[in-house]
C-alpha cells in the first residue's frame, strides 16, 4: 500500500522533516516514490510546505496519508 508520511532529516536536536510518498512496507527513512513537501519544526514560524497538486493526486489514486501529515496539510488549507 503507498502512504503519504513524514521522513526525518538534519542532525541531532535539529530535525527537519520531508512529506513523501512511500510504500508502507519501507522503513520510516528508506527510498521512497516522491517528495511532495518539508516541514521544519525547528524555526520559530513553524514552515511548512505542501504540494497540494501532488498532494491530491496521490490521494485520489488511494494513497493512505499518515495522521500527522493529516494535521499538516488540514493547517496549510
Known amino acids: ?3 503519504i508520511r513524514l521522513t ?3 542532525r541531532n536536536k535539529k530535525p527537519f ?3 513523501v510518498v512511500t510504500d508502507s512496507r519501507k522503513r520510516r527513512d528508506s527510498g521512497w516514490i ?5 516541514f521544519n ?7 511548512i510546505k505542501l504540494d497540494q497538486e501532488r498532494y491530491d493526486y ?6 493512505k496519508p499518515s495522521e ?4 499538516l496539510a488540514k493547517s496549510i488549507s
Do not use: H, Q
Open 8 to 10: 526525518r532529516m538534519g
Open 58 to 63: 496521490w490521494l485520489s489514486v488511494g494513497a
Open 34 to 38: 516522491e517528495s511532495i513537501g518539508y
Open 1 to 3: 500500500m503507498t502512504v
Open 17 to 19: 522533516y520531508r512529506i
Open 68 to 71: 500527522k501529515v493529516k494535521k
Open 41 to 47: 519544526p525547528v524555526v520559530k514560524e513553524k514552515v
